[in-house]
T-cell receptor, first 114, second 113 residues
Framework: KAGVTQTPRYLIKTRGQQVTLSCSPI?????VSWYQQTPGQGLQFLFE???????NKGNFPGRFSGRQFSNSRSEMNVSTLELGDSALYLC?????????????FGPGTRLTVL | DQQVKQNSPSLSVQEGRISILNCDYT??????FLWYKKYPAEGPTFLIS?????DKNEDGRFTVFLNKSAKHLSLHIVPSQPGDSAVYFC????????????FGIGTKLQVIP
């Protein structure tokens, strides 16, 4: 079974631009969560989607948004990029998104904002 | 506000010895705890979990201990192997709801051959 895939793996943008990241979950998994990883903050929860609906959201500004498609694939968008948005963005999928479901992570997208 | 704290950024252990990674949490609503391992250029992989109804869970060389009164958990790796060298993340959540896992900042373990 293929794992979680994320595209692109690396991205360089400038301040003020916007970016879209993509995540394809493991086949059969209906829940997708997104995390931001930075050296000093660890993994911080952005949001979780299930059946095209956002069910949970972390403490990030509205510039961070996401969506999920009917095939469970998910995209994350960051508008008006800031230098502090430079991070590794990870997505994780699980079967139903219950809090005790095991999450399977993709390799991440490394975003650099110049 | 870090609700899950890993106060040791790094740890070095000799091969064959025990590695002990520690984690503290502040949110008393957390009742499900996990450890993930991360290698460079890869996403985190699930290692082991424990529910608050238990105080110990074991899986091969990995054992997680939970002390609810102290809001503390630890991961023991015995014996440590060079392939265990990675960043270990402690994580916590509330069971019964939707997925919203809170992670610590990680501890980098180096196992020296």
């Amino acid at each position: 079974k293929a794992g979680v895939t994320q595209t692109p793996r690396y991205l360089i943008k400038t301040r003020g631009q916007q970016v879209t990241l993509s995540c394809s979950p493991i086949s059969g998994h209906r829940s997708v969560s997104w995390y931001q990883q930075t050296p000093g903050q660890g993994l911080q929860f952005l949001f979780e989607y299930f059946s095209e609906t956002q069910r949970n959201k972390g403490n990030f500004p509205g510039r961070f948004s996401g969506r999920q498609f009917s095939n469970s694939r998910s995209e994350m968008n960051v508008s008006t990029l800031e230098l502090g948005d430079s991070a590794l963005y990870l997505c994780a999928s699980s079967l139903q998104g219950a809090s005790t479901d095991t999450q399977y992570f993709g390799p991440g997208t490394r975003l650099t904002v110049l | 506000d870090q609700q899950v704290k890993q106060n040791s950024p790094s740890l070095s252990v000799q091969e064959g010895r025990i590695s002990i990674l520690n984690c503290d949490y502040t949110n008393s609503m957390f009742d499900y705890f996990l450890w993930y391992k991360k290698y460079p250029a890869e996403g985190p992989t699930f290692l082991i979990s424990i529910s608050s109804i238990k105080d110990k869970n074991e899986d091969g060389r990995f054992t997680v201990f939970l002390n609810k009164s102290a809001k503390h958990l630890s991961l023991h790796i015995v014996p440590s192997q060079p392939g265990d060298s990675a960043v270990y993340f402690c994580a916590a959540s509330r069971s019964g709801g939707y997925q919203k896992v809170t992670f610590g900042i990680g501890t980098k373990l180096q196992v020296i051959p």
